[in-house]
Antibody
C-alpha cells in the first residue's frame, strides 16, 4: 500500500524558516517524480514544487521561487521542503504527492494527508 | 499564472449527469493534453479521478469521464451518487519550466 506521511508543520513567525518532510512507502520511491502542493485554509489547491526521480531537476512556482528548496533522499525514501523567508500568505496545508511516472506530467496519483504550516506573529 | 476558471458550484439529483467546466488559456489547457481532475472530500486529501484529459486511473468509477475542446476541459459525472458530493479541481500543465495551474474548484452538491 502506498503511503505518504508529511511532518514538520508548525506555527512560525514571518521571516522564519521551516523544513517539511514526507516519508514514502509502498512503492519504489526513486522511480518517481515527487511534488509539493499546498492549500490555504478554505481555499483551492496550489502547486508548489517538483523534484525529478534522481533529484537532478527541481522546479518551483513563482510564488515560492528563491525562498523554498525541494530535495529528496532516495536512500531514506524521503522528500523534503526547506521553507525560508516565510510570509503570512504561505499559511497552508502542505501535501506531498507522487507523480504517476518519472516524468513530470503533474498527474498526482497518491497524496499524503498534509502538514499544516501557519505563519503568524 | 492565473488559476483555471471553474464554476463555484454544480448540483444534480441522484442518477442525473452533471458537467464541470475548466477554462484556461492557449498557454495551458489549450496547448497540452495534460489536464487532470481531482476529487476532494472535506478534511481529506485530493484523489486523482482523471488524467491526461480523459484517462481514468485504476479503481475510479467509469461514471467519471473527461474531455477537452480548445481552452476548456470538462469533467462529466454520470449516474450521480451521494458519495460524489465533494469539491472538484482541474489541473493543467502550463509549460514554462515546467509549472502547473489548478482550477478554482467546484463544489458538487447531490440534491
Amino acid at each position: 500500500e502506498v503511503q505518504l506521511v508529511e511532518s514538520g508543520g508548525v506555527v512560525v513567525q514571518p521571516g522564519g524558516s521551516l523544513r517539511l518532510s514526507c516519508a514514502a512507502s509502498g512503492f519504489t520511491f526513486d522511480d518517481y517524480t515527487m511534488h509539493w502542493v499546498r492549500q490555504a485554509p478554505g481555499k483551492g489547491l496550489e502547486w508548489v514544487s517538483l523534484i525529478s526521480w534522481d533529484g537532478g531537476s527541481t522546479y518551483y512556482a513563482d510564488s515560492v521561487k528563491g525562498r523554498f528548496t525541494i530535495s529528496r533522499d532516495n536512500s531514506k525514501n524521503s522528500l523534503y521542503l526547506q521553507m525560508n523567508s516565510l510570509r503570512t500568505e504561505d499559511t497552508a496545508l502542505y501535501y506531498c504527492a507522487k507523480d504517476v511516472n518519472s516524468g513530470w506530467s503533474g498527474d498526482l496519483d497518491y497524496w499524503g494527508q498534509g502538514t499544516l504550516v501557519t505563519v503568524s506573529s | 499564472q492565473s488559476a483555471l476558471t471553474q464554476p463555484a458550484s454544480v448540483s444534480g439529483s441522484p442518477g442525473q449527469s452533471i458537467t464541470i467546466s475548466c477554462t484556461g488559456t492557449s498557454s495551458d489547457v489549450g496547448s497540452y493534453n495534460l489536464v487532470s481532475w481531482y476529487q476532494q472530500h472535506p478534511g481529506k486529501a485530493p484523489k486523482l479521478m482523471i488524467y491526461e484529459v480523459s484517462k481514468r486511473p485504476s479503481g475510479v468509477s467509469n461514471r467519471f469521464s473527461g474531455s477537452k475542446s480548445g481552452n476548456t476541459a470538462s469533467l462529466t459525472i454520470s449516474g450521480l451518487q451521494a458519495e460524489d458530493e465533494a469539491d472538484y479541481y482541474c489541473c493543467s500543465y502550463a509549460g514554462s519550466s515546467p509549472s502547473y495551474v489548478f482550477g478554482t474548484g467546484t463544489k458538487v452538491t447531490v440534491l
